[in-house]
C-alpha cells in the first residue's frame, strides 16, 4: 500500500497537484485495503504529506483496522467537512478529482466548501487506474485463484448439464459451485446463454431450456479477495451443425491469433485487429461487434482495452480478456474468452478450461 | 408505463423543461421497463412528445422487445449523436439531467454536444424518483412476493443455523435458499454478524463461529422482478443474559412504537422521533447510530427517508423500513426491522417472520 501511495504521489507532482480526491470504491480499495461496504460512502483525499478517509460511524472501525496508511477523519453526517480541515493540515492549492466517478450534484457541494477553504478543484481521470493496469505479483496470485476456480466451475457444468436444463439453473449450477468452493461472490452476472439467444453479446440467462444441437454461451467469472477472473466458453450438447463448426473454428482461429502475437508493446487497437483480421478473412467481419478485450482486476472491466478505439501501449504484467465472437441473430452465436497476463516476449495464459466445444450425450 | 411517462411530462411542465435526460439504471428501468443488463450504456431523452432510448447495438434487440414506449436510436459507439438528433426532433430549448447520477465527465461531454445542438442543459434531482416513491399496486404485489420469501429464508435459516456455523455459512444458508426458491438476487450483501461484530451496523459475513449466548443480527433482502425486500432480525442460540433481554425489548418497543404511529400525512423526521424516544428514554440514545428507516422498491434504499434529517411527508402507498438498532462496542447489537407500506390511517407491515428471538438449542 505504501508503495502505491508513493506512486500516486509522485504521480500528483507530474501533474501539478497538490493532491487528489479519491472516490472511486476499486481506487480507495487499491490504495488504502479498506474494502469498504456496498454503500460505503468514504471521501479520500491524498497529499504529499497527508493520506485521510472521511466516513461516518459506520466505518471507523473497519477503517482503523484495515486502512493503516490512512488517517480516519470522523465526519459524522458532514461529509464537507473534511474539505476545510484537510486544507487546515495540507495547505493545498490544487486538488484534483475523478472526474469520471464524481458527480454533478457532489462537485457542486464541493467547490462551496473548497473555495471556503482556499483551494482549486481541478477535474482529472484515470490517475489510480493507471497504476492499476501494471499487477503486482500478489495481485497476479489473487487473479489466478479466481481464474482457477472458475475453470473448475466450468469443468463441473460440463459434467452435469443436460438438455432441458433452463439457462437459468446452468447459471445457477456455476454460481453454486463457486460460492461452495471460495469464491467471495461472482464477478458479475454470470451469462449462460442458449440456441437465439446466444447471439446476444449480453444476455440474460432465462427460463429457455437448452436443446440438443444449439450453441450455449457460457460467460462466467467470480471474485476472491476482491479480485476478479472473467472466461467464456461456447458448448453444445450433441452433434453440431456446419454452421456451428465453421463458426467455432474461425472464433477459435482468432483468439489463438491474438494470444499468439500480443505482448509487451503492442497497442491496444493493433491486438484487436490480430483477431478480427481473422474473422474478417473468414466472412464474419461485421458479426463481431464489440472489441477483443479489457484487463481485469479489482474491476472486472479496466483498462488495457483491445478494440478498435484503444489508444493503450500495453506493458508487462498488464491482464487482458482475449474474447473475439461470431454473432448471427436467429441462430445464435460463439464467443471463446480467455483471460492472459502480458510479458515482455508474449503473454501468460491464465484460463485453462477446455475449449472442446462438443459435450456427448 | 404510458401513464408513467406521462407523469413525468406533468413533472417537466411544472419545472419549466422541455425535456429530462435519465441516465440512473433504475429510473430508466422504471419509465421504460428495460433492464439491460449490469453494464448497460443507455441515455433516455424524454420531451413532451418524444421518447428516446440511445445505446449500442449490445441492447437493441432487447430495447425492441421490452421498451414499447420508446423510440430506440441505435447510437452504436458514438455516444453524443443522439443529442443532435434529437434536438432535431423535439426541439427542446431546455433539457434536464439528473445531476445526483451523472458524472463530471458526461457533462462535460454533453455540454458541447447540447451547445452545438442549440438547447441548455439544467441540472436537476429527484424527479422520476419522486414519482417511483408511491407504488403502484402491482408494484406493492412485486415486493411482497420478495418480502414472503425473505419470511420463508429467515424461517430456514432458524430451523437449521447452530452453534460453530460461520457468519459466512449462514449468509450462504439463507442465500441458497432464496436463490433456489425464486428469487433472482439478493438484493445487497447480505448481513449476519455475531458477537462483537453486530455492533456494526453495516458488518461483512466473515469467519467468526457463532457462539452460545450472544446476538445475530440477520439483515437480508432478496429480489424478484427487479422489486427488493429488505428486513432484520436478531437471533440467539441458547440463553440470554440480561444485557440482550434488555436491549432487545428496548429495540422491539422502539420499532412497534413506530409502526403504530406511523400513517400519511407524518413528516419522515417525526416518524423517526417515535422510535427513538423510546431508545432515548431506556438510555440507549447514543447507541443508536443510525436512521430508522428509507423505502424500498426497485433500488434497497430509496425515498422516503425516516431519519433527522429527512424532509418528506409521508404519502398513502409508499414504503418504509422501520429498522431501529441498539450497538454496544465491544459486545454487541440489536436490530429489527420491518418493511411496511403506509397507508392514510395506518401502515400495512409485511414482513411477517418471527420476531422470537431465542433458538433453543
Given at each position: 500500500?505504501s508503495?502505491?501511495?508513493?506512486?500516486?504521489?509522485?504521480?500528483?507532482?507530474?501533474?501539478?497537484?497538490?493532491?487528489?480526491?479519491?472516490?472511486?470504491?476499486?481506487?480507495?480499495?487499491?490504495?488504502?485495503?479498506?474494502?469498504g461496504?456496498?454503500?460505503?460512502?468514504?471521501?479520500?483525499?491524498?497529499?504529499?504529506?497527508?493520506?485521510?478517509?472521511?466516513?461516518?460511524?459506520?466505518?471507523?472501525?473497519?477503517?482503523?483496522?484495515?486502512?493503516?496508511?490512512?488517517?480516519?477523519?470522523?465526519?459524522?453526517?458532514?461529509?464537507?467537512?473534511?474539505?476545510?480541515e484537510f486544507?487546515?493540515?495540507?495547505k493545498?492549492?490544487?486538488?484534483?478529482?475523478?472526474?469520471?466517478?464524481?458527480?454533478?450534484?457532489?462537485?457542486?457541494?464541493?467547490?462551496?466548501a473548497?473555495?471556503?477553504a482556499?483551494?482549486?478543484?481541478?477535474?482529472?481521470?484515470?490517475?489510480?487506474?493507471?497504476?492499476?493496469?501494471?499487477?503486482?505479483?500478489?495481485?497476479?496470485?489473487?487473479?489466478?485463484?479466481?481464474?482457477?476456480?472458475?475453470?473448475?466451475?466450468?469443468?463441473?457444468l460440463?459434467?452435469?448439464i443436460?438438455?432441458?436444463?433452463?439457462?437459468?439453473?446452468?447459471?445457477w449450477?456455476i454460481?453454486?459451485?463457486?460460492?461452495?468452493?471460495g469464491?467471495?461472490?461472482?464477478?458479475?452476472?454470470?451469462?449462460?446463454?442458449?440456441?437465439?439467444?446466444?447471439?446476444?453479446?449480453?444476455?440474460?440467462?432465462?427460463?429457455?431450456?437448452?436443446?440438443?444441437?444449439?450453441?450455449?454461451?457460457v460467460?462466467?467469472?467470480?471474485q476472491?479477495?476482491?479480485?476478479?477472473?472473467?472466461?467464456?466458453?461456447?458448448?453444445?450438447?450433441?452433434?453440431?451443425?456446419?454452421?456451428?463448426?465453421?463458426?467455432?473454428?474461425t472464433?477459435?482461429?482468432?483468439?489463438?491469433?491474438?494470444?499468439?502475437?500480443i505482448?509487451a508493446?503492442?497497442k491496444?487497437?493493433?491486438?484487436?485487429?490480430?483477431?478480427?483480421?481473422?474473422?474478417?478473412?473468414?466472412g464474419?467481419?461485421?458479426?463481431?461487434?464489440h472489441g477483443?478485450?479489457?484487463?481485469?482486476?479489482?474491476a472486472?472491466?479496466?483498462?488495457?482495452?483491445?478494440?478498435?478505439?484503444?489508444?493503450?501501449?500495453?506493458?508487462?504484467?498488464?491482464?487482458?480478456?482475449?474474447?473475439?465472437?461470431?454473432?448471427?441473430?436467429?441462430w445464435?452465436?460463439?464467443?471463446?474468452?480467455?483471460?492472459?497476463?502480458?510479458?515482455?516476449?508474449?503473454?501468460?495464459?491464465?484460463?485453462?478450461?477446455?475449449?472442446?466445444?462438443?459435450?456427448?450425450?
Amino acid at each position: 500500500m505504501s508503495k502505491r501511495l508513493d506512486d500516486l504521489r509522485a504521480k500528483l507532482v507530474k501533474e501539478g497537484l497538490d493532491g487528489l480526491i479519491v472516490t472511486r470504491p476499486d481506487n480507495q480499495l487499491y490504495l488504502s485495503g479498506f474494502p469498504g461496504g456496498e454503500y460505503l460512502d468514504a471521501t479520500m483525499l491524498v497529499s504529499a504529506e497527508h493520506a485521510w478517509i472521511s466516513t461516518d460511524s459506520r466505518y471507523y472501525e473497519e477503517v482503523k483496522q484495515r486502512a493503516k496508511e490512512f488517517t480516519l477523519f470522523e465526519a459524522g453526517y458532514d461529509r464537507n467537512k473534511v474539505m476545510g480541515e484537510f486544507a487546515t493540515t495540507a495547505k493545498p492549492k490544487v486538488m484534483g478529482f475523478e472526474m469520471t466517478h464524481l458527480t454533478v450534484a457532489t462537485l457542486k457541494d464541493w467547490s462551496k466548501a473548497a473555495r471556503k477553504a482556499g483551494f482549486k478543484l481541478k477535474p482529472m481521470a484515470g490517475l489510480v487506474e493507471g497504476q492499476r493496469m501494471i499487477k503486482e505479483p500478489e495481485e497476479i496470485a489473487a487473479i489466478k485463484r479466481a481464474v482457477d476456480l472458475t475453470d473448475r466451475a466450468f469443468a463441473h457444468l460440463c459434467a452435469v448439464i443436460k438438455v432441458g436444463d433452463t439457462e437459468k439453473q446452468a447459471a445457477w449450477i456455476i454460481e453454486k459451485y463457486m460460492r461452495e468452493n471460495g469464491a467471495d461472490k461472482v464477478a458479475f452476472n454470470l451469462i449462460v446463454a442458449a440456441g437465439p439467444n446466444s447471439a446476444l453479446p449480453h444476455a440474460m440467462p432465462g427460463n429457455r431450456k437448452i436443446q440438443r444441437g444449439e450453441p450455449i454461451v457460457v460467460d462466467i467469472g467470480c471474485q476472491i479477495d476482491h479480485y476478479n477472473s472473467d472466461m467464456t466458453r461456447t458448448i453444445l450438447l450433441g452433434q453440431p451443425d456446419e454452421q456451428f463448426k465453421k463458426v467455432y473454428d474461425t472464433v477459435l482461429r482468432a483468439q489463438r491469433a491474438a494470444a499468439k502475437k500480443i505482448k509487451a508493446g503492442v497497442k491496444g487497437k493493433r491486438a484487436d485487429s490480430f483477431a478480427r483480421a481473422v474473422i474478417d478473412k473468414a466472412g464474419f467481419g461485421d458479426q463481431f461487434g464489440h472489441g477483443l478485450g479489457h484487463g481485469v482486476g479489482l474491476a472486472v472491466h479496466e483498462g488495457p482495452r483491445a478494440s478498435k478505439l484503444s489508444k493503450d501501449v500495453y506493458q508487462s504484467n498488464m491482464t487482458l480478456t482475449l474474447e473475439p465472437g461470431i454473432y448471427i441473430p436467429g441462430w445464435g452465436g460463439v464467443r471463446i474468452e480467455d483471460l492472459v497476463v502480458i510479458r515482455e516476449n508474449d503473454v501468460e495464459i491464465l484460463s485453462q478450461a477446455s475449449k472442446e466445444p462438443i459435450i456427448k450425450i
